[in-house]
């Protein structure tokens, strides 16, 4: 059958574009058997094997490499990387440890104008290259705006762009050039929105970056066509937010900057990220310039245990 039969005799190596398995120096454990998400290995002969379709549907999540204790299991797509060795459990921290850390977190809006050094940045960033992602898509793209006249200009622009709604919007013939340009739901919500907004404005005019917060930018975008990337983006900027508070640095989500940004082609721009990607997280971060004394009670969880 075309699903049971790949390279049923007995062999030294199983190699293809995706794969190399040294047979002579597997031990029979059939671990890979087990952590493999697709299960494309199966064991006949007393041989390891791979089904036909591994080539289509591996999506090199690399559960065989770290489970093989010979290591004779290499993806090609990691053939120049040393893998590093699993952490001891007891180097981990604790939970408490990590629910004081979610505890303390919060989004800030004030930070100092000391600027990020590079090699924090690439801390962060080590980490999000380990934030999950749907069938290990690997599909987030980062651009990292530390221009404080950059992000001034991406501010100003939504301004701009949310002072000509107004006017659109505060006349009939506005509204039906606005009911034109727009879907019915992002009219819709639009309007909805149009005294929030106003209101926005006037904390602008007193000289506050409502959009940024005068904060550098971190900008989680990727290919529309691919699956997943709002979600994966999502992932990696929680990841950011906690990682952050190990460095000293502060986080605040900025939803408004990324709905504008897949709106308006012109912020897009100025975040140089490209037409063909969706932005699926943006964030704020640098150095905190507030320091709160408490946390904020939350509302309880809506549970319903099955």
């Not at 992000?151 to 009939?172: D, G, R, W």
């Not at 919500?189 to 970056?209: C, F, H, S, Y």
């Not at 917060?213 to 983006?233: A, M, P, R, Y």
């Not at 932005?279 to 150095?287: C, E, K, S, T, V």
Request: contains cysteine; neutral net charge; proline residues 5%.
């Amino acid at each position: 059958m075309f699903f049971l039969s790949h390279n049923e005799r007995k062999a030294k190596e199983i190699d293809n574009a995706i794969i190399h398995i040294d047979l002579e120096g597997c031990i029979k454990c059939k671990a890979c058997i087990d952590v493999c998400p697709a299960r494309l290995y199966y064991f006949k002969s007393d041989q390891l094997q791979i089904l036909d379709i591994f080539e289509d549907t591996c999506i090199e999540c690399g559960h065989c490499t770290a489970i093989c204790p010979v290591e004779v299991i290499h993806l090609k797509i990691h053939q120049d990387k040393l893998l590093e060795n699993v952490k001891p459990r007891e180097s981990l921290p604790s939970y408490e440890e990590f629910y004081n850390l979610s505890f303390n977190r919060r989004s800030i809006r004030q930070f100092k104008e000391e600027p990020i050094p590079k090699d924090l940045f690439e801390k962060l960033l080590k980490i999000v290259n380990y934030s999950p992602t749907a069938s290990n898509s690997e599909n987030v793209c980062l651009t990292i705006i530390q221009d404080k006249q950059r992000v001034s200009k991406i501010s100003e622009t939504i301004t701009t762009q949310m002072k000509n709604f107004i006017t659109l919007a505060e006349t009939p013939q506005g509204q039906k050039a606005l009911e034109e340009m727009l879907s019915k739901q992002v009219y819709k919500t639009a309007m909805e929105r149009l005294p929030q907004i106003k209101d926005i404005l006037k904390i602008i005019n007193q000289g506050v970056d409502f959009w940024c917060w005068n904060g550098e930018l971190i900008i989680l975008h990727g290919d529309i066509e691919t699956d997943f990337i709002k979600e994966n983006c999502s992932l990696a900027a929680a990841h950011i937010m906690l990682a952050a508070e190990l460095l000293d640095l502060a986080t605040c989500s900025l939803g408004f900057l990324t709905y504008f940004s897949n709106q308006f082609p012109q912020i897009k721009k100025l975040l140089k990220v490209p037409n063909k990607n969706h932005i699926g997280y943006a964030l704020a971060i640098g150095y905190p310039d507030v320091e709160y004394k408490r946390i904020p009670a939350r509302k309880p969880l809506k549970i319903e245990w099955i």
